[in-house]
C-alpha cells in the first residue's frame, strides 16, 4: 500500500531508504530502484510497461446496432482477473487461430453461400441470384389447388376428388379404366353401312345404305355381302314374292301354270304334257308330285276334264280320297295331286287340264 509521510513526522532514514517523490499519484506503489538503492512510489508497471486497467469496447461509446462487446466482467471475488467472452462460430462460418490473431471466414472454402440448385424433374422452384440476393419462384394455385401461407409451412389443397368411372346398364363397356389420374374410354367405331361423327359435345351415328330421294317408297333388302340395298320398285299393281334370286315383283296378280294329263282305258292316270319350264312334274301310279320355286302353298288346284259327247270341258276339283297333299318338310316347293278320270270331268281314255294358282 502507499505510505505517506513528511520531514516532521520522518525524521530518521530507515534501512533500507525510502525516497518519495513529492507528487503521488493514486494507485502508485514503493517500488526498489536498484541503482538508486531506495524504495520509490512508482505507477504500476509490467516489464516496464503499463498494464491495462480496464476494457474498452469500441470508441468507448454505446454499442452500435450489431456490436457485441467482449468485456466480460471481472472474475467474481477477483477485480484484477478480467474475463474477456469467447468467440464461436455461427452457421456457415469458421474461426481460424492465427497466433496473434483470429480470423472469421465462411464455412464453404471462404465463398459466399449466393447460389441455389433444383433437384428431381419437376418445375423448378429457385430461379437464380441477383446481387446476392437468392430468388425463388412463387407458387400460385389453379383449377381448384388452393395455396395457403403460414408462418412456417405453406398449404396445398385440391377441391378435386379421385374420382373413378363406371359402365351402367348392360351394353357394351364404354369407360376401361383409369391410370393414374387419366380416365380412359374406349372409342366408338362403325362398320359395314354405319357412319360416326362427333361435332361440340355430340357424337352422331348414322346408317348409309345408299338411297337418297330418288328410291323413294323402295323397299331395302340384303346383298350377298350382307349390306342392306334398295330394292328396284315393280311396275305399278305387281306384288312382292320370293323367287329364286330372292325377292322380286311380279306383275301378274297370281301366278298360273296349266298342263295336261291323259287316262288310260280304265280311267287311271296314264301321263302328263306340256309341263311350263318353271315346274317339275313326276308320276307314280294316279300320283302326281309337283316341284316348284314359288316359295308359297299352292292357292288353287282344278281339273278340266274334256266330254267328247258334249265336246265341252268339265270343271272339276279335287275330291276327298283324291287329294292335293302338301310335302311336310317342304310344303312352299313340293306337293302331290291324286286324280283319275272321274275325279278331272273327263272321259275314260280321255284327257283333261290341270290348273296351278300360287
Given at each position: ?24 499519484q ?31 469496447s ?80 412463387s407458387?400460385?394455385g ?12 405453406i ?7 379421385p ?21 380412359q ?26 338411297v ?30 320370293y ?29 302328263f ?6 315346274i317339275?312334274v313326276t308320276r ?32 272339276r ?38 290348273n296351278?294358282?300360287?
Amino acid at each position: 500500500m502507499a505510505v505517506f509521510a513528511c520531514s516532521s513526522t520522518i525524521t530518521n532514514q530507515t534501512v533500507p531508504s525510502i525516497s518519495i517523490a513529492p507528487t503521488v499519484q493514486g494507485g502508485q506503489i514503493l517500488v526498489w530502484d536498484a541503482t538508486l538503492q531506495v524504495f520509490v512510489n512508482s505507477d504500476i508497471t509490467v516489464n516496464g510497461n503499463t498494464p491495462f486497467a480496464g476494457i474498452q469496447s469500441g470508441t468507448g461509446g454505446a454499442l452500435e446496432p450489431g456490436e457485441v462487446s467482449l468485456d466480460g466482467g471481472t472474475v467474481n471475488g477477483d477485480d484484477s482477473t478480467f474475463i474477456l467472452k469467447t468467440l464461436k462460430p455461427g452457421g456457415n462460418l469458421n474461426l481460424v487461430d492465427n497466433g496473434t490473431s483470429i480470423t472469421i471466414e465462411l464455412a464453404n472454402a471462404g465463398s459466399a453461400l449466393n447460389t441455389g440448385n433444383n433437384l428431381g424433374t419437376g418445375a423448378e422452384v429457385y430461379s437464380g441470384v441477383n446481387s446476392n440476393i437468392l430468388n425463388f419462384r412463387s407458387i400460385t394455385g389453379s383449377n381448384g389447388v388452393t395455396i395457403t401461407q403460414n408462418a412456417e409451412t405453406i398449404d396445398i389443397t385440391s377441391d378435386g376428388e379421385p374420382n373413378t368411372a363406371s359402365n351402367l346398364g348392360t351394353g357394351t363397356n364404354i369407360f376401361n379404366s383409369k391410370v393414374g389420374d387419366d380416365l380412359q374410354f374406349r372409342s366408338i367405331a362403325v362398320e359395314g353401312q354405319l357412319t360416326i361423327a362427333e361435332a361440340n359435345d355430340t357424337i352422331t351415328i348414322g346408317a348409309d345404305f345408299g338411297v337418297g330421294g330418288a328410291n323413294a317408297g323402295e323397299l331395302l333388302v340384303g346383298d350377298a355381302n350382307g349390306n342392306l340395298v334398295p330394292l328396284t320398285g315393280g311396275v305399278s299393281g305387281a306384288y312382292l314374292f320370293y323367287g329364286t334370286g330372292g325377292p322380286e315383283w311380279n306383275s301378274d296378280v297370281s301366278s298360273n301354270r296349266t298342263f295336261r294329263i291323259t287316262f288310260e282305258q280304265d280311267g287311271s292316270l296314264e301321263d302328263f304334257h306340256d309341263v311350263p319350264s318353271d315346274i317339275t312334274v313326276t308320276r307314280v301310279g294316279n300320283t302326281l308330285t309337283v316341284q316348284h320355286s314359288f316359295n308359297t302353298w299352292p292357292k288353287v288346284v282344278t281339273y278340266y276334264g274334256f266330254d267328247s259327247i258334249q265336246n265341252k270341258y268339265k270343271y272339276r276339283q279335287p275330291t276327298g280320297n283324291y287329294q292335293v297333299l302338301l310335302d311336310g318338310t317342304n310344303p312352299t316347293q313340293e306337293f302331290d295331286i291324286q286324280v283319275n278320270a272321274a275325279v278331272a270331268g273327263a272321259d275314260v281314255n280321255g284327257f283333261a287340264y290341270v290348273n296351278l294358282v300360287f
